[in-house]
């Protein structure tokens, strides 16, 4: 039978449930910190757990998991790599597709077809949501625009009865190739907000990484595996060295979260930072 292990400080958000409130049973076995002082896996793997503390009320905990034999970096949400391509998975089955095509459409009575010029449309809105919650080029809709559509929507199997409550300035290629660039390894923003709250042992827990050899790297989320050594890993947490919260992507992108922060109750407030706000790039735009 398989064994689950977990971090010792398991966290969920916005409340901090028990772990079989999580789906976990109720017999789990707590990971040590480290394997260079505890080894639970024989030989054949490391491991090393990082614990940032960003607020009073939350941890933030990841690991990093290397299989010796075949150099492989497993980890859970510290990087990410994003492809042009929709993931293998996503164009599968039509349930999956019909959440690319959801998203492909500029306006709520557009039809449009369920071919790759589309996916890659919608695959790239929905990497833009989930990164940024809200990106720039998102444009709501007012209510009098999507709500009297909805029942006019000329694709209702689409779901969410019709309702498009938003579209897409032109520029969100721009800003899809800032979070891409090729699929390069990047931490996502929000985690690099955690990180920046504890860079110093962030950094303690990238060198342990780094002084591993490995050539690939399996994250949990977007695209895997990825071929990374530890100098392209260590350059995807740049801001640790420049002891600044800079990121690659556009700052347009990254705006509602950085302004987010300032807005969050007493309890959540993150705690301050020598690095600074997150701060993106200059993008140009291609207009409404």
């Given at each position: ?39 639970v ?48 998975i996503?164009?599968?089955?039509p ?23 589309y ?37 209702p ?55 591993w ?76």
């Amino acid at each position: 039978q398989a064994q689950l292990w977990v971090t010792d400080a398991q966290y969920s958000f916005p409340f901090n449930l028990p772990n079989e409130w999580l789906g976990l049973p109720k017999q789990v076995n707590v990971l040590p910190a480290s394997s260079s002082t505890t080894q639970v896996w024989g030989n054949e793997f490391d491991y090393e757990v990082l614990t940032a503390k960003a607020s009073t009320a939350s941890v933030y905990q990841d690991v990093a998991v290397l299989h010796k034999p075949t150099r492989t970096l497993l980890v859970c949400d510290a990087v990410q790599s994003i492809s042009a391509e929709p993931p293998a998975i996503l164009l599968s089955e039509p349930e999956y597709r019909r959440a690319l095509l959801y998203h492909a459409r500029d306006d709520p009575l557009e039809r449009v077809d369920d071919d790759l010029y589309y996916w890659r449309k919608g695959w790239q809105r929905i990497a833009l949501f989930s990164n940024f919650f809200m990106p720039g080029p998102l444009q709501k809709l007012d209510a009098s625009v999507y709500l009297p559509a909805a029942s006019r929507s000329p694709m209702p199997e689409l779901g969410w009865a019709g309702i498009l409550p938003f579209t897409w300035s032109d520029a969100t290629p721009i800003s899809f190739e800032a979070l891409s660039q090729g699929g390069e390894v990047a931490v996502a923003p929000i985690i690099q907000i955690i990180m920046s709250r504890q860079p110093d042992a962030t950094r303690r827990w990238l060198d342990m990484l780094c002084s591993w050899e490995f050539e690939r790297v399996l994250p949990c989320h977007f695209d895997a595996p990825i071929t990374v050594s530890p100098t392209s890993l260590r350059r995807a947490f740049a801001f640790l060295d420049q002891m600044r919260n800079d990121v690659r992507f556009c700052d347009s992108d990254v705006t509602f979260l950085r302004e987010a922060l300032d807005q969050l109750p007493t309890n959540l407030a993150l705690f301050p930072t020598s690095l600074g706000p997150l701060r993106g790039k200059p993008c140009a735009s291609r207009g409404p």
